[in-house]
Nanobody, 125 residues
Framework: QVHLVESGGGSVQAGGSLRLSCAASGYTYARNSMGWFRQAPGKQREGVAATYIGGRADYYVDSVKGRFTISLDNAKNTVYLQMNSLKPEDTAMYYC??????????????????WGQGTQVTVSS
């Protein structure tokens, strides 16, 4: 059974940093695509960053390029999202998602089969 657990959310002031973690278990981690998504109240879910672990290709939505970085710790089966220079508009619930193999649209939620429970990020001005 696939299991994803996010952690690391919190409240920070604009300009601050947070690192989100997604611990994965229950499947062959090394050949998966994993993504970070966010959803703010009243807004649609948005793909933020994604990576194909098998080929180590990374993808970012334009609004976070240069500020967010997705990374891996293969020994811990964990994917991280380092978020720097946070802005109030980054406030949202952040979710980790996973899917077997490579996905053609890594920043689209429909590409993923499994989701974590989410971790809240709040950025104040």
């Amino acid at each position: 059974q696939v299991h994803l657990v996010e952690s690391g959310g919190g409240s920070v002031q604009a300009g601050g940093s947070l690192r989100l973690s997604c611990a994965a278990s229950g499947y062959t981690y090394a050949r998966n695509s994993m993504g970070w998504f966010r959803q703010a109240p009243g807004k649609q879910r948005e793909g933020v960053a994604a990576t194909y672990i098998g080929g180590r290709a990374d993808y970012y939505v334009d609004s976070v390029k240069g500020r967010f970085t997705i990374s891996l710790d293969n020994a811990k089966n964990t994917v991280y999202l380092q978020m720097n220079s946070l802005k109030p508009e980054d406030t949202a619930m952040y979710y980790c998602a996973a899917s077997p193999g490579w996905v053609s649209r890594p920043l689209e939620g429909t590409a993923y089969n499994d989701w974590g429970q989410g971790t809240q990020v709040t950025v104040s001005s």
